[in-house]
Structures are given as C-alpha cells and as structure tokens.
C-alpha cells in the first residue's frame, strides 16, 4: 500500500509561484512513477506532470510546459511540483498519484491517489 500526502496548497496572485509537495510511503518506489493531476470545478481530472523515480524522466502537459517543473528528493520520497507564473485557468484541485511501472498521462492508469490540495490563482 502506498500512501500520498499533498501541501503547498494556496491562492496565488497570477503570475506568482506555488511549489506543491507529495509525501510518499508505504513502498519502496525505485520502479514507480509519481504524477500531478489536476481537476477544475466541473470539469475532468486533467494530467499535469509526472516523473519517473529511477531515471527521472520527467513528462508534462502542453499547457504548463516551461511553467511547471516535477522534480523529486528519494532521501525524502517526495515529489515536487513548482508552478511559476501561474494564471487563473491553473486554479484547480491537485493531486498527486502513484504507479508502479512507466509514466503515463491516463487518470485510469495510476493506483495511488493523494487527497488533493487546492490551488486558486486570483487574476
């Protein structure tokens, strides 16, 4: 079982920075994948980032590619998502999820989910 905690969480001016973490346990996670997800008021839960723990290759939407950046600390089991310039369509629910083999961009795909942190960007 793997447990994930998200924070970093805020309301944000736009153009400003946010940088979300995601605490991992419960796993070794040397062959997992770890992504941010995100989901709007009445819309579907959109893929954001994602990184894969053993070679860092890291994947990111078209909408916050050069904004966003996915990083990870593996003394820590943390994952990192610091968003810059961040604008009012960013505001959403964020969340961080896990899966145990190569990256992918499908919400169906991943079999750990944190709880969310939400991220309100003001205009």
């Known amino acids: 079982q793997v447990q994930l905690v998200e924070s970093g969480g805020g309301l944000v001016q736009a153009g400003g920075s946010l940088r979300l973490s995601c605490a991992a346990s419960?796993?070794?996670?040397?062959?997992?994948?770890m992504g941010w997800f995100r989901q709007a008021p009445g819309k579907e839960r959109d893929f954001v980032s994602a990184?894969?723990?053993?070679?860092?290759?890291?994947y990111y939407a078209d909408s916050v590619q050069g904004r966003f950046t996915i990083s990870r600390d593996k003394a820590k089991n943390t994952v990192y998502l610091q968003m810059n310039s961040l604008k009012p369509e960013d505001t959403a629910v964020y969340y961080c999820?896990?899966?145990?083999?190569?990256?992918?961009?499908?919400?169906?795909?991943?079999?750990?989910w944190g709880q969310g942190t939400r991220v309100t960007v003001s205009s």
């Open positions: 990184i894969r723990w053993s070679d860092i290759s890291t």
């Open positions: 419960g796993r070794t996670f040397s062959t997992y994948t």
């Open positions: 999820a896990a899966r145990s083999t190569y990256g992918s961009r499908l919400v169906r795909d991943y079999d750990y």
